[in-house]
């Protein structure tokens, strides 16, 4: 989803970074071994992989690694060569670089949101949830963006006067949430519609439960998620937020 295009890679090797008889910039094989570690914190050998020039490697690199891999490797390109050294390192560029890092850092389709009912607990978990998606990767982030919902659900509770117990999953506080709350008790014209989805919403909330438990680093398992896997978890738990933080603010 967030992985660089084949177009992107050509504009960031020949139109930021610039190619000159093979060679990428100013990279020598030492300091292009030496960049990955220097300025992305990656345990990369571009040794072992294929291609006879650093233009070459650096390319088959970034197509070979996940996306969140790819973030690093903007995020260092990005350190390395900083607008002004050439002509074409323009504001406009470097600027269209780190928004590739972030799309890459992200990978996921539904974006993020600060939501407008909040706690501290609540900001905590999404700031590292963030931060694990983008240097660590979507498995990573399973506990954190369940943590976060968790926190989210129990600020709406309490700014709606309702008292749950502190012990209550997120599967029972969205049940509470829906019989209780006034903005979800008229849906609009489709309501009857929109009430389904909202059952079929539970049973998603619900599967985040067992995901998070068996599934993440919550707990010492060693079955995790997939990264496809991980990143459905995290799409579905942002769509409950955006949802409901618009219907609930």
């Not at 197509?63 to 260092?76: C, K, P």
């Not at 931060?131 to 926190?151: C, E, F, K, M, W």
């Not at 707990?219 to 409950?240: Q, Y």
């Amino acid at each position: 989803m967030g992985e660089l295009r084949s177009s992107e890679i050509h504009w960031l090797v020949h139109q930021y970074i610039g190619v000159e008889g093979g060679y990428l910039g100013d990279f020598s094989y030492r300091t292009h071994r030496e960049f990955y570690s220097a300025f992305c914190d990656l345990d990369l050998d571009p040794d072992t992989f294929t291609g006879n020039t650093t233009r070459e490697r650096f390319v088959t690199i970034l197509r070979s690694v996940e996306s969140h891999h790819q973030a690093a490797i903007l995020r260092g390109i990005a350190r390395k060569y900083p607008p002004g050294g050439e002509h074409f390192r323009t504001p406009q560029a470097y600027r269209k670089l780190l928004e590739l890092a972030k799309r890459c850092a992200d990978g996921l389709s539904v974006q993020a949101s600060s939501p407008f009912i909040t706690s501290d607990v609540l900001r905590r978990a999404l700031a590292d949830a963030n931060t694990l998606i983008q240097s660590a990767g979507p498995t990573h982030a399973v506990d954190r963006i369940h943590t976060a919902l968790h926190a989210y659900l129990k600020a709406v509770c309490q700014a709606q006067g309702l008292e749950p117990p502190q012990s209550d999953t997120i599967t029972n506080l969205f049940k509470l949430l829906r019989t209780a709350h006034p903005n979800l008790r008229e849906l609009g014209s489709q309501s009857e519609t929109m009430t389904n989805v909202l059952r079929s919403l539970s049973n998603v909330i619900d599967c985040l439960n067992p995901a998070r438990n068996h599934g993440s680093l919550a707990h010492a398992n060693e079955a995790l998620l997939d990264k496809d896997e991980a990143m459905l978890a995290i799409n579905a738990a942002r769509t409950v937020f955006q949802y409901l933080d618009a219907k609930f603010s």
